[in-house]
């Protein structure tokens, strides 16, 4: 099956910057959509960002403004750019690969665009914590 890996985790201040990145070497991701999700402890996958595979793009509140997802087809790379990060930011940053071509393709609700049981691929995630 499609295996994804993602790096880009770490330890950085609030209001600082850090970039995610998924990749595959099995796959070409282009005609995946594709998302971001979060967890921590006390609660269930949350979905951050998607884009599906001709580049539409949707965002969870949370983050709308704030982070940016992006994808390089020509490297099996899809990309989270987070600026101004805040603590509660803090969570382990999970990729997905969806099969519904039109998962991220339509204009629809958030909770359309992020229920984790429509993501048939993911990734071990990574990391990532926010604190001074």
């Known amino acids: 099956q499609l295996q994804l890996v993602e790096s880009g985790g770490g330890l950085v201040q609030p209001g600082g910057s850090l970039t995610l990145s998924c990749t595959t070497s099995?796959?070409?991701?282009?005609?995946?959509?594709m998302a971001w999700f979060r967890q921590t402890p006390g609660k269930e996958r949350e979905g951050i960002s998607c884009?599906?595979?001709?580049?539409?793009?949707h965002y969870e509140d949370a983050v709308k403004g704030r982070f940016t997802i992006s994808r390089d087809n020509t490297k099996n790379t899809v990309f989270l750019e987070m600026h101004n990060l805040r603590p509660e930011d803090t969570a382990v940053y999970y990729c997905?690969?969806?099969?519904?071509?039109?998962?991220?393709?339509?204009?629809?609700?958030?909770?359309?665009?992020?229920?984790?049981?429509?993501?048939?691929?993911w990734g071990q995630g990574t990391q990532v914590t926010v604190s001074s």
């Open positions: 884009i599906g595979h001709g580049g539409n793009t």
């Open positions: 099995r796959y070409t991701l282009n005609s995946f959509e």
């Open positions: 997905g690969a969806s099969e519904i071509q039109s998962l991220c393709s339509v204009y629809s609700t958030g909770s359309y665009y992020f229920r984790p049981n429509q993501y048939d691929y």
